[in-house]
């Protein structure tokens, strides 16, 4: 009997160190996976505090070196801005090092975020001027009226719509999505109502810079195209056909200098076809992505207009395929002209345009919409980026006595892509953030 009691107490004596050993390794596990959790959110706090740094810093255009350092919560960050493409595009790499050793068993931990950020593109707009105010210019004269444009009931916006100036608006037009500008809007009753409806949301003190330098990268990607694409002196017309090809013909009255039918790739390498000290004349049915530049001779020239001469539609219809792959750009340094003159129209006509127009002194309007005899409508699916505003056509008593209506509406596509080199903006934006 008490040679067995002795056994029991010995085996009940182990099983117990066993137990206590292992609740103490446990409780040793169980302490040391906390520290090392702590750690690794410090190093991930660290990381976070570094990405919002630098990403404030390339927002206001304060970065003045390719790399920086700093400390938080008792470790440091490296940051590096990567140049992604010709177009600016950057990528912040943050890596973070907490490496306190007190507090983290002796080893450094590290954490990494990376954001990405593009130059803003104009086509993202749905409807972008620099100012509220006519700026239509005849073919033959660089001055403008001047006077305020009106928004007023009946008038909708669909995609984001800015103005780097003050918007007019008179009772309730409606904006689909967010409107941002520079001021707050100046506000007037109009059929006894005076209540604008913004769909998404309003934001004022915003400003998004239309850089000149657009214009000169346009020319010498043109001009560095394989073969250049970059042609001066005459206008130029350019006829799209849907399955790939564009006829060219210059001058573009007679084509007695050139009047061929070649692939768009064969044209141009880059994506870019640019005329300098002249006009661009465009039409047809486009398939693949391409940009047009009209670009003036100097600041007193009349030149560097694209006019529309009728419908210029992608083959793959964005509006019925949102995964199409066909884009147009259509860029006047000066005007961007719908062609009345010798194109008969009549009250019922449509004119289908789908395409990123940017006007970079001027804007896009009817030719003589003041006087031409009523045209009907203007269907604008893509992006409309201007210098200042303008009206397509001329009301009175409520209804068009001359030019033509309009309808605008942003190719979602373009919240992401644009056309080729199309023009941007000297303000970065987030477009993506990565955390390990």
């Known amino acids: 009997m008490g040679k067995a009691t002795l056994m029991y107490v010995i085996g009940l004596a182990m099983i117990v160190s066993y137990t206590l050993l292992n609740v103490t390794g446990s409780a040793t596990d169980a302490v040391s996976n906390s520290v090392e959790y702590y750690g690794r959110t410090v190093a991930h706090n660290i990381a976070v505090a570094g990405a919002n740094v630098g990403t404030q810093l390339l927002l206001s255009g304060s970065v003045t070196s390719q790399t920086m350092t700093g400390s938080f919560q008792g470790g440091n960050y490296a940051l590096r801005y990567d140049s992604l493409n010709a177009d600016g595009d950057k990528r912040l790499t943050v890596v973070s090092a907490a490496n306190v050793n007190e507090k983290f068993g002796g080893s450094i931990l590290r954490d990494t975020v990376i954001a990405t950020f593009k130059y803003t593109q104009f086509a993202k707009y749905g409807y972008f001027s620099g100012v509220e105010q006519n700026g239509y210019m005849t073919p033959t004269s660089n001055s403008t009226s001047g006077g305020n444009m009106w928004k007023v009931t009946g008038d ?81 017309a350019l006829t799209f056909f849907g399955d790939g090809r564009v006829n060219v013909r210059i001058p573009a009255t007679t084509g007695s200098s050139r009047n061929d039918t070649v692939a768009i790739g064969s044209l141009t390498s880059s994506g870019v076809v640019a005329v300098k000290d002249g006009d661009v004349r465009v039409k047809g049915v486009y398939s693949g992505q391409v940009t047009v530049v009209a670009l003036k001779k100097n600041a007193a020239a009349t030149n560097g207009n694209i006019w529309i001469d009728g419908d210029i539609v992608a083959n793959n219809n ?22 009345t003159t010798g194109i008969p129209r009549t009250p019922a006509s449509i004119t289908n345009i789908q395409a990123a127009i940017y006007a970079h002194l001027g804007v896009f309007a009817v030719e003589n919409y003041s006087t031409t005899p009523v045209g009907g409508r203007i269907n604008l699916f893509g992006a409309l980026s201007m210098n200042a505003s303008t009206s397509t056509g001329r009301i009175s008593g409520g209804s068009l006595v001359n030019g033509m209506l309009k309808s605008i509406r942003h190719d979602p596509r373009f919240d992401s892509k644009a056309p080729p080199s199309f023009p941007v903006s000297d303000k970065y934006e987030l477009v993506s953030w990565w955390e390990k």
Do not use: C
């Not at 409107?179 to 506000?187: C, D, E, S, V, W």
């Not at 998404?200 to 250049?228: D, F």
């Not at 964005?318 to 062609?339: C, F, I, K, Q």
């Open 318 to 339: 964005p509006w019925n395929n949102p995964s199409s792959t066909d884009m147009l750009g259509l860029v006047a340094e000066r005007m961007a002209y719908l062609t």
């Open 156 to 236: 909708s916006m669909f995609g984001y719509a800015h103005t780097n100036s003050q918007w007019h608006l008179g009772g309730r037009p409606y904006f689909h999505d967010k409107i941002t500008g520079f001021n707050a809007p100046q506000l007037m009753v109009y059929g006894g109502e005076m209540d604008p409806i913004y769909n998404a949301g309003s934001q004022w003190g915003v400003t998004v810079n239309r850089p000149p330098a657009n214009m000169t990268k346009l020319e010498n990607i043109a001009a560095s195209s394989t073969p250049p694409a970059l042609f001066s002196g005459q206008d130029v």
